[in-house]
């Protein structure tokens, strides 16, 4: 045996050893986890977010999965729920419905597997300080205007009724209680109430169709935001 064999069995000995003690301990492979990076990739690639995202959605995916977190959950579900905590750490603009959707997963399950991940890292945190701060339930008017621009992008609607929208955004979260709410509800909400005093004719089911949510809870946040207790 020569040398590049001997160190190619050698290689090979301790690749088998710590799939063996990663499997003991109710860890993925390394070769599995290798094939679920290159998942995150190709889903993360898919929905055009950046590479930062897709490095952060790997990061917390080991976490999860070291922390036994989500053992018995759908691959497809644990990823999803991933890239979704890594989005918006990130602050890219994905909803929780396009997620889902991308990996074909539902939307309820898919809300429960974020609640143990984001739990994961949650404590990853507090054990040794290296992660960064966990987004808390703030509804960011960031998030709101980044939406609303997407939509107005894809329903070809003007700049005029664009700016208008983050105007009619600032004004609801000022005078509604939606901290914690869903930022795309309020975004759709924004702007379909935004297309109506502007007289446009986009209606609530082509916004409904862009943000994947339904035409009446739409029309239910244009209630909340603007005709509810409204002086």
């Not at 070769?31 to 917390?60: D, M, W, Y």
């Not at 890292?121 to 808390?136: D, L, T």
Request: positive net charge; aromatic residues 6%.
């Amino acid at each position: 045996m020569d040398g590049r064999t001997g160190m190619s069995a050698n290689l090979q000995r301790a690749q088998h050893r710590a799939n063996a003690q990663s499997h003991a301990a109710g860890k993925t492979s390394n070769a599995v986890l290798s094939s679920i990076f290159a998942k995150i990739t190709e889903k993360c690639e898919g929905l055009q977010l950046p590479k930062n995202v897709i490095t952060r959605a790997q990061h917390v995916y080991q976490i999860a999965d070291g922390q036994r977190t989500v053992k018995g959950k759908k691959e497809a579900t644990i990823i999803a729920a991933c890239i979704i905590y890594a989005s918006r750490d990130a602050g890219a603009n994905r909803t929780m419905s396009e997620i889902g959707q991308a990996l074909k997963v539902t939307k309820k399950e898919l809300g429960q597997v974020f609640i143990l991940v984001k739990s994961a890292v949650q404590r990853e945190k507090g054990g040794n300080g290296s992660m960064e701060a966990v987004s808390g339930p703030t509804t960011s008017m960031d998030s709101i205007e980044a939406l609303i621009a997407r939509y107005c992008n894809l329903l070809d609607i003007d700049n005029t009724a664009q700016n208008a929208s983050r105007h009619v955004a600032n004004l609801a979260m000022s005078k509604a209680p939606i901290d914690g709410r869903n930022p795309a509800s309020i975004a759709a909400a924004v702007l379909y109430f935004t297309c109506i005093l502007f007289e446009r004719k986009t209606t609530a089911k082509e916004i409904s169709d862009i943000a994947n949510m339904g035409e009446s809870t739409i029309k239910l946040w244009v209630f909340v935001l603007f005709l509810e207790d409204w002086s």
